[in-house]
């Protein structure tokens, strides 16, 4: 009986689990239901562009409902701007007691059949015109005394064409009212490139469907933002992009160096708004037009501008209604020692390191140092330096070539002379000025006091108490250094030499010059100095004893042979 209990309440539980599941399916499923229902609501999908580039296809108005189609805008509609035409969804609203809604599509003809209103054309009219229109006409006749808003409910889609110098998309392409020259001409894949004429950008052809012709300039929009200069594309238009044939020139003190189209009535303003503007904020020296006389390849100068000291009193303003011609170059010229701010940075053992501004030509190592709060007690004067950062980019050819050689082909490519030149470049730590600031600072020779540039480096490394000691030796390493110690000392300290130390070789370097020099054991060693000891050259003796047969052997046979003949 017991058993048949448990069996019981298993079963109960089992169901209940069940249950449970199931609810829990049956909620997800009716989540999915109600987001796929959502998603069918109209309005809260952007028609998508299908496989050949033309949009999705906007849907009639059925009944009251229209179907309200999210289109891409980077402004709102201007009704006095905004043309009217076939495909237009327009809202007529009557406020009242009792509220209506009437929606109204323009119709293939031009005209708009407003319910109980009447029919208008308003094909190639402002959204202004036509509002003013049909709230006339509905305050007139059925609703008077009644508030009315008439507002663009969807606006329509259209065809429009480019051609041209185009990489894709030649033809029709389905657009809407928010459409601009640079939209219509990104969906054709830009301006063609790679052509042996540049292309006309700054007079694209557009001609209207009455066939009136405008001429866009899109560089002078890309160039400034000024948006008049990339319009919305209008029903029934054909852009076409042309190649251009003449240019201008703007050098010298520009943002964007180069050739620009040229387009009749341009002016030395125009060319340097094309170019980004002028460069900086110094003064004009010099403005000047170089000009072809005209059937000639003659040039004349034709100055602008002219003032040695680059006096603030003349802007390009001044000067920007000066018409060009085809092929003018114009060159700005500005101070170039203009407001300048040159900069010393100070790094290590400086009381307050960092960048400070100096007067070029005035400023000295010392005074710097003393912007700098001075030196910290663990300084080492021995070892400071200033980089000049400017040299340390100028490129050696020939320490560039030796490299290259021997990457290629080892040292033995190498002359003797070239070795050693490429040794000595590899060890030279480049830009660094020769001062010595124990001689200036602790004895006050003033012929080390330097003058700064902008862009130097006045590095002061912590002061080093030992001597490294390094290669064969006995118990190689750092050494406690000892004022006024000889090299001698220093290498008992490690343990003398090693088991195949090669003591001819043996070399003593320089903290302060990164110098090598012959190894004494009677030299003052400095704090910061290495003793390096090499190691002897293996050699195989057996090697060395055929190579020596060898070479006798083939000298014998050369004299026996000189003998014989």
Same mark, same amino acid.
């Given at each position: 009986?017991?058993?048949?209990?448990?069996?019981?309440?298993?079963?109960?539980?089992?169901?209940?689990?069940?249950?449970?599941?199931?609810?829990?399916?049956?909620?997800?499923?009716?989540?999915?239901?109600?987001?796929?229902?959502?998603?069918?609501?109209?309005?809260?999908?952007?028609?998508?562009?299908?496989?050949?580039?033309?949009?999705?296809?906007?849907?009639?108005?059925?009944?009251?409902?229209?179907?309200?189609?999210?289109?891409?805008?980077?402004?709102?509609?201007?009704?006095?701007?905004?043309?009217?035409?076939?495909?237009?969804?327009?809202?007529?609203?009557?406020?009242?007691?009792?509220?209506?809604?009437?929606?109204?599509?323009?119709?293939?003809?031009?005209?708009?059949?407003?319910?109980?209103?009447?029919?208008?054309?308003?094909?190639?009219?402002?959204?202004?015109?036509?509002?003013?229109?049909?709230?006339?006409?509905?305050?007139?006749?059925?609703?008077?005394?009644?508030?009315?808003?008439?507002?663009?409910?969807?606006?329509?889609?259209?065809?429009?064409?480019?051609?041209?110098?185009?990489?894709?998309?030649?033809?029709?392409?389905?657009?809407?009212?928010?459409?601009?020259?640079?939209?219509?001409?990104?969906?054709?894949?830009?301006?063609?490139?790679?052509?042996?004429?540049?292309?006309?950008?700054?007079?694209?052809?557009?001609?209207?469907?009455?066939?009136?012709?405008?001429?866009?300039?899109?560089?002078?929009?890309?160039?400034?933002?000024?948006?008049?200069?990339?319009?919305?594309?209008?029903?029934?238009?054909?852009?076409?992009?042309?190649?251009?044939?003449?240019?201008?020139?703007?050098?010298?003190?520009?943002?964007?160096?180069?050739?620009?189209?040229?387009?009749?009535?341009?002016?030395?303003?125009?060319?340097?708004?094309?170019?980004?503007?002028?460069?900086?904020?110094?003064?004009?020296?010099?403005?000047?037009?170089?000009?072809?006389?005209?059937?000639?390849?003659?040039?004349?100068?034709?100055?602008?501008?002219?003032?040695?000291?680059?006096?603030?009193?003349?802007?390009?303003?001044?000067?920007?209604?000066?018409?060009?011609?085809?092929?003018?170059?114009?060159?700005?010229?500005?101070?170039?020692?203009?407001?300048?701010?040159?900069?010393?940075?100070?790094?290590?053992?400086?009381?307050?390191?960092?960048?400070?501004?100096?007067?070029?030509?005035?400023?000295?190592?010392?005074?710097?140092?003393? @912007?700098? !709060? %001075?030196?910290?007690? /663990? &300084?080492?004067?021995?070892? +400071? $330096?200033? #980089? =000049? *950062?400017?040299?340390?980019?100028?490129?050696?050819?020939?320490?560039?070539?030796?490299?290259?050689?021997?990457?290629?082909?080892?040292?033995?490519?190498?002359?003797?002379?070239?070795?050693?030149?490429?040794?000595?470049?590899?060890?030279?730590?480049?830009?660094?000025?020769?001062?010595?600031?124990?001689?200036?600072?602790?004895?006050?020779?003033?012929?080390?006091?330097?003058?700064?540039?902008?862009?130097?480096?006045?590095?002061?490394?912590?002061?080093?108490?030992?001597?490294?000691?390094?290669?064969?030796?006995?118990?190689?390493?750092?050494?406690?250094?000892?004022?006024?110690?000889?090299?001698?000392?220093?290498?008992? @300290?490690? !343990? %003398?030499?090693?088991? /195949? &130390?090669?003591?001819?070789? +043996? $070399?003593? #370097? =320089? *903290?302060?010059?990164?110098?090598?020099?012959?190894?004494?054991?009677?030299?003052?060693?400095?704090?910061?100095?290495?003793?390096?000891?090499?190691?002897?050259?293996?050699?195989?003796?057996?090697?060395?004893?055929?190579?020596?047969?060898?070479?006798?052997?083939?000298?014998?046979?050369?004299?026996?042979?000189?003998?014989?003949?």
């Amino acid at each position: 009986m017991k058993y048949r209990i448990c069996f019981a309440a298993c079963l109960v539980a089992l169901s209940a689990a069940t249950a449970i599941a199931q609810d829990l399916d049956d909620l997800l499923a009716e989540n999915e239901r109600m987001e796929a229902e959502l998603r069918r609501i109209p309005g809260t999908e952007t028609p998508a562009m299908l496989a050949d580039g033309i949009e999705g296809r906007q849907l009639l108005p059925e009944g009251d409902d229209v179907q309200r189609l999210r289109i891409s805008q980077d402004r709102e509609i201007d009704p006095e701007g905004y043309i009217v035409g076939p495909g237009d969804v327009i809202q007529l609203y009557i406020w009242g007691e009792f509220d209506q809604d009437i929606r109204f599509e323009v119709n293939p003809e031009g005209f708009a059949l407003v319910p109980t209103i009447g029919s208008f054309d308003v094909a190639g009219r402002t959204l202004a015109d036509v509002k003013a229109e049909v709230i006339a006409a509905a305050e007139g006749e059925k609703y008077p005394g009644v508030d009315i808003t008439l507002s663009l409910q969807s606006m329509r889609r259209f065809a429009a064409y480019i051609t041209g110098a185009v990489p894709r998309g030649q033809g029709a392409h389905i657009i809407t009212p928010a459409t601009r020259i640079s939209d219509l001409l990104e969906r054709a894949g830009g301006f063609l490139g790679g052509t042996n004429q540049p292309i006309a950008r700054r007079s694209v052809r557009v001609t209207h469907a009455d066939g009136t012709v405008d001429e866009v300039d899109l560089d002078m929009f890309l160039a400034t933002g000024d948006i008049r200069h990339n319009p919305y594309v209008l029903m029934g238009d054909l852009v076409h992009i042309n190649f251009s044939k003449n240019r201008v020139y703007a050098y010298g003190a520009v943002n964007e160096e180069g050739d620009k189209e040229f387009r009749p009535g341009d002016t030395v303003n125009d060319l340097i708004r094309l170019s980004r503007g002028v460069s900086g904020s110094a003064p004009l020296a010099l403005v000047e037009i170089w000009r072809f006389v005209e059937g000639t390849d003659s040039t004349v100068v034709i100055p602008l501008i002219e003032q040695e000291t680059g006096s603030p009193t003349l802007t390009i303003e001044d000067i920007g209604d000066v018409r060009l011609q085809p092929e003018d170059m114009l060159f700005i010229r500005t101070r170039s020692d203009w407001r300048q701010t040159p900069t010393v940075f100070g790094h290590g053992e400086l009381s307050y390191t960092g960048r400070y501004r100096i007067t070029t030509g005035k400023t000295t190592l010392s005074e710097f140092v003393a @912007q700098a !709060g %001075g030196f910290t007690e /663990n &300084a080492s004067l021995a070892e +400071a $330096r200033v #980089i =000049r *950062a400017k040299y340390r980019a100028i490129r050696d050819p020939e320490l560039i070539r030796l490299q290259l050689t021997v990457s290629s082909g080892g040292y033995a490519e190498l002359t003797p002379e070239e070795r050693a030149y490429l040794k000595s470049k590899q060890r030279e730590e480049r830009g660094r000025l020769t001062i010595d600031f124990e001689r200036l600072f602790d004895e006050g020779d003033l012929t080390q006091d330097v003058l700064l540039e902008g862009g130097d480096v006045v590095h002061v490394p912590g002061r080093r108490l030992t001597v490294s000691m390094s290669g064969q030796l006995q118990n190689p390493g750092l050494v406690n250094f000892e004022e006024g110690r000889r090299a001698g000392f220093y290498l008992e @300290q490690a !343990g %003398g030499y090693g088991f /195949n &130390a090669d003591k001819s070789g +043996a $070399r003593l #370097i =320089r *903290a302060r010059t990164s110098q090598r020099e012959k190894f004494n054991r009677n030299l003052i060693v400095y704090a910061g100095d290495e003793i390096w000891i090499p190691e002897k050259e293996y050699r195989d003796w057996w090697v060395f004893v055929q190579e020596t047969i060898r070479s006798t052997a083939e000298a014998l046979t050369l004299i026996l042979l000189v003998r014989a003949i």
